[in-house]
């Protein structure tokens, strides 16, 4: 008789022929870090916590501890400008962070530095825009700059975020002509989504996050996957290291096809601050088990082809990994 899950039979078989495990190896743990240092909860993303340019080494520790190879940086400052030429400031607080956590820990940790202009800007617009078009060559020059700022000050890997065509070429370019040519592009491809509004409330200091910046004018349609193909492609071929799909859950057949198309370039999903709210409100009201819910998606974004996953959620994935193991 013909049965299916005769390699069922025992947790040791399950173990044997599983292919597609979610390790600690492939985590990425995001770390908010006040410039004023305020370290309270995040409120729009709850059982986070904001850290100060003095705590965040006890975290990236943690993070260590658990074998979580690499961090996110998203900086938060406490001043911004209309241009974002604060980015460019030799002192400035991203700089500070990537050379703290460079100085305390070597190579140990990877250290993936988001690159956007809203990190910077006033309006909190990841491009620049004139007359409600998107400035593409100019946003992905300034990138290439901030690009070369945060690897001089330490950071291993740069990962824009503004989806503005020809950043990954810009980027390159710029990190290539000042020698940094052994620094990885980490290329983020998002479509459009509802699911990034309690990130953005977490990085905003205005009652109203990014009031007036229509993101749809660079981010793909949702519905198009040949838009989101053109968009791989165009970054791939500029010489992107790593693609980052965002968000994960309901982009999973976009991460396949990504796969399945570039089979040698690695790719990452970020299971965002949206997806990572599905599973912690219902889980606080009892309707969920939060670790079988988080254990199940980020199985099944392992399923679809991310080798790399992003989340909020990294320590609690590892510490149940090691309880597994
Ligand atoms: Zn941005």
Known sequence: MRLTTRTKRSKQLIRLVRPNHVSANNLVYPLFIR????????PSIKGQKYLSLEDVVETCNETLDLGIPAVMIFGLLKTKDSDGSVALQKHGFHTKIFKKLKKEFGDDLALISNVCLCDFTANESCVYMEKGKVLHEKTAEMLGKIAVVHAEAGADVVAPAAMADGQVRHIRSALDGEGFDDIPVMSYIKTDSCLFKPFFKAVTSSKVPRKGVDSSKFRADIINEKMFMQKVDLD???GADIIIVKPALT??????RVKQKYPTIPIAAFQVSGEYAMIKSPSEKGLLSEK???METLSSIKRAGADI????????AAKVLKDRN
Do not use: F, R, S
Request: charged share 30%; hydrophobic share 45%.
């Open 292 to 294: 079988a819910c988080l």
């Open 309 to 316: 996953i992003l989340t909020y959620y990294a320590l609690e």
């Open 251 to 256: 982009n999973l057949d976009l991460i396949l």
């Open 35 to 42: 410039e004023d240092g305020k370290k309270i909860e995040i």
């Open 236 to 238: 791939v071929g500029e």
